[in-house]
């Protein structure tokens, strides 16, 4: 019997390399990078490597790829408050130490009013009715007790701190990217987009652009928009430009409008179709209809240069 005779959902119930099926007391391995075949132990696997290689490594590909260019969640999600897509801008929303949550710039501007319809004229937190702090040093004890309740958003602001030696922090790198890490792991795609900024630039650390580019794809998998935009551009730097287009695609979606315009240069370099920059416009309109309220439109007329986009 062949290790091809006994398939279960694309894999192989016998081992690739000496063929013997599932005894009660064992169970079979697959192989880890393109979960194809398995084997009964690792002598099997590394006996059959050299004939499984390549096979192993264009399937591998294919399944990185899936990942890589899987539509994500949008980066932020939506305001606690007023329920609609937050922006992709910073300018567009804030973070609350006192309650953790990210809420839209709107909200964060409109006034607040008490259970009877009653108007706060202290200045409170528009989620948690928390007072607002009044100090750097409030401020920084907050999030720290955020922090140690594994708060992704507060862990990365707090690798912001250190990275900039900012609101009474030193300045310590080594520090930064410690908590990075750790908010990358907790979900916060914006930190792992830090960790690649670092490797590529040497900022703190040797540079390494194998790992700045591990690290940019984890945050545009994520949801990171800057990182799926800079490995767009890497795309057509290296002349792969329809899967440059894929990136810029998903980056729009997300409401990159870098992104965007260079679609537009592609299309002007004969690298995408009008098609494609008709599909991105539309696909960034809807995004921008997602995210537009009245308030949020009162705070940047307010403001005069703000956006929120």
């Known amino acids: 019997m062949s290790a091809d005779d006994n398939i279960t959902d694309g894999v192989s119930e016998v081992c690739a390399n000496c063929g013997k099926g599932k005894e009660s007391s064992k169970s079979l391995k697959a192989c880890t990078a393109c979960k194809m075949v398995k084997y009964c132990n690792r002598e099997c696997q590394i006996a059959h490597r050299p004939q499984h290689k390549k096979a192993c490594k264009k399937r591998a590909a294919e399944l ?26 910073n300018t567009g929303s804030t973070y609350k130490s006192c309650c953790g949550k990210v809420i839209c710039s709107g909200c964060a501007y409109a006034p ?9 004229t202290e200045k409170t937190c528009p989620f948690c009715r928390s007072p607002i702090c009044i100090s750097d040093e409030e401020e ?30 030193p300045q310590d790198y080594d520090k930064a990217l410690e908590l990075w890490h750790q908010a990358g792991k907790l979900g916060n795609s914006r930190a792992y987009y ?33 990182a ?37 240069k592609m299309v002007r370099n004969g690298h995408a179709t009008k098609d494609d920059y008709s599909k991105a416009l539309i696909t960034y309109q809807e995004y921008l209809n997602e995210i537009k309220s009245d308030q949020r439109d009162k705070v940047a007329a307010a403001d005069g240069h703000y956006k929120y986009y």
């Open 112 to 120: 607040v009013y008490d259970d009877k319809g009653n108007k706060i």
């Open 64 to 89: 990185y790829d899936e990942k890589l260019f899987k539509q994500p969640p949008s980066q932020y999600g939506d305001c606690p408050i007023c329920f609609l897509r937050l922006p992709y801008l």
């Open 228 to 264: 799926r935009n800079i490995l767009g551009v890497e795309e057509v730097n290296v002349g792969n430009c329809d899967r440059a287009l894929r990136h810029f695609m998903i980056a729009v979606e997300g409401g990159d409008d870098y992104s965007l315009e260079t679609i537009r």
């Open 194 to 226: 830090n960790i690649g900024g670092a490797y590529y630039t040497g900022n703190g650390v040797e540079m390494d652009t194998k790992k700045a580019w591990h690290y940019y794809n984890l945050a545009a998998m994520g949801g990171d928009v800057k």
């Open 140 to 169: 920084n004890e907050r999030i720290k007790r955020r922090a140690e309740s594994e708060d992704a958003e507060a862990i990365f602001t707090l690798g912001h701190f250190y990275a900039n030696g900012e609101y009474g922090f």
